[in-house]
């Protein structure tokens, strides 16, 4: 069985899958009942599947991790925070297009 494009990790799972990771991993905060982060929803599974190898998405629902979501200070869902090997290095507020989200994604990924 193939690992998932999106990976959905909690509290307990965000050290070995983001802080440990190597590369560029995009970790999207998000709620169920957010409007917001349902919108963007597609536009993270079309970056998941064309930059698949290339770089890493996760999700990480608030409501069910608080530790994780107080420790980046997350106020606002959706949050996008990028990290390569472990470091954060870009947090996004708020819905973007899908256009943004490979701009920002092509950018890390150059540098």
Partial sequence: MSEPLIL????SEFEK???LAKG????DFWAKWCGPCLSMAPHLDACA????????????DVDDNPKTSERYAIRSIPTLIFFRDGRPIE????AISLGSLKERLDRHLSS
């Fill in 8 to 11: 959905h990790i909690d509290d």
């Fill in 17 to 19: 899958e983001v802080i």
């Fill in 91 to 94: 947090t996004v507020n708020g």
């Fill in 24 to 27: 560029l991993v995009l970790v």
């Fill in 49 to 60: 599947s064309e930059y698949a190898g290339k770089a890493r998405i996760v999700k990480l």
